[in-house]
């Protein structure tokens, strides 16, 4: 299932703790594709803690607790790390991550957590959710079977990779322009991991965000920028972006482009791509000021002019997943919608 559509499925499931609805979930997927990021967007959308709790590096007790006596009975010391309402507030989520790459015990010391949402004495708060996430045994991971009584507490998502949700999520989280642009022009290069070969750095939306990064600290140096791009995503990719970048003195002005001014699509493909995205930038820094509504206007009149229409299509619907329906109201976007009716109607 692709982020977008997860991140619903968790926002649901985390209200329904308060309705009794609750269902723990697990997120299943490779290396690099935001399983993590996905949670910690729904916690921020609810203004909601995360509780992280890498299994991988625990043992039983850290989950169970230590015994101690009292008298003559034995009572067990609640982990500190576990929800409180108290300390941590009535409502969150408890993060079970990499926990396919907990050791048996550990996920067996779980089994209660999970589905009876309480260990011994402890239980956890009604408002909280419980997700967990790990990866596929493919993935060359330290990873160990799920247990079926483990499996079978859970219900199962696979991360899958699209480039619409993570541009969208690029453009909300100021990654650079040229690298949303580039793979806008380079999709397949999103995700390109292959576990036979076990590369060491390899195109990942994580590794796009290290690119990101890179672009940011080595852009005036030419001799460490390369390296350290290939450094992020691989040897190949890291190459199609540095030379991307370096095709983009030939970009058009695009401030004259936002002013409304005639200003011709550039030829190539990669250049239109750099543009497209480019222009999305500058629609959304100039969302709620008062040139919103001109500056929007000129982007969509200059949409209509891509010589294949799919490229204005591309753009415009970035442009409404960034700044949402008050893209609508701008008076341009009924003439750009007209222009395209035939290619929509075609597609659908």
Not at 34 to 54: E, F, L, M, N, T
Not at 57 to 80: C, K, N, T, Y
Request: charged share 20%; hydrophobic share 45%.
């Amino acid at each position: 299932m692709r982020p977008a559509h997860l991140t619903q499925v968790l926002d649901r499931e985390f209200l329904g703790t308060l309705s009794g609805h609750h269902t723990p979930v697990m997120l299943w997927g490779p290396p690099g594709v935001g399983k993590s990021d996905i949670v910690c967007q729904v916690a921020q959308r609810h203004q909601v803690p995360v509780i992280d709790i890498r299994l991988s590096q625990m043992e039983p007790s850290d989950l169970r607790g230590i015994p101690f006596r009292v008298q003559e009975h034995v009572e067990w010391a609640i982990p500190a790390m576990l929800p409180n309402a108290e300390r941590h507030g009535r409502e969150g989520i408890l993060f079970l991550d990499e926990i396919t790459s907990a050791a048996p015990s550990v996920s067996a010391a779980a089994y209660q957590l999970i589905l009876d949402r309480r260990l011994g004495n402890y239980e956890v708060p009604e408002g909280w959710a419980i997700f967990a996430a790990g990866n596929r045994q493919g993935d060359r991971g330290v990873t160990y079977t799920m247990p079926a009584p483990l499996a079978n507490r859970f219900s199962h998502f696979e991360v899958e990779v699209n480039v619409d949700d993570w541009v969208a999520w690029a453009y909300a989280n100021g990654i650079d322009e040229r690298v949303i642009a580039f793979l806008r022009f380079r999709p397949e290069l999103l995700f390109d991991f292959d576990p036979a070969h076990n590369p060491v750095a390899f195109p990942s939306p994580r590794s796009w965000e290290f690119a990101h990064r890179a672009v940011q600290k080595f852009e005036d140096s030419n001799d460490l920028l390369l390296g350290s791009l290939q450094a992020c995503v691989g040897p190949a990719a890291g190459v199609e972006l540095n030379a991307f970048i370096a095709s983009l003195d030939q970009m058009p002005d695009l401030e004259a482009i936002v002013r409304g001014e005639q200003v011709p699509v550039p030829q190539e493909i990669d250049l239109q791509y750099a543009v497209a995205t480019a222009l999305v930038g500058h629609a959304i820094r100039a969302k709620s000021t008062a040139q919103a509504n001109d500056v929007h206007g000129n982007i969509l009149i200059y949409a209509s002019r891509f010589p294949q229409r799919e490229m204005g299509v591309m753009m415009v619907s970035d442009m409404h997943r960034a700044i949402g329906e008050d893209l609508f109201a701008v008076p341009q976007f009924a003439e750009w919608a007209d222009s395209i009716a035939d290619l929509m109607l075609y597609e659908n």
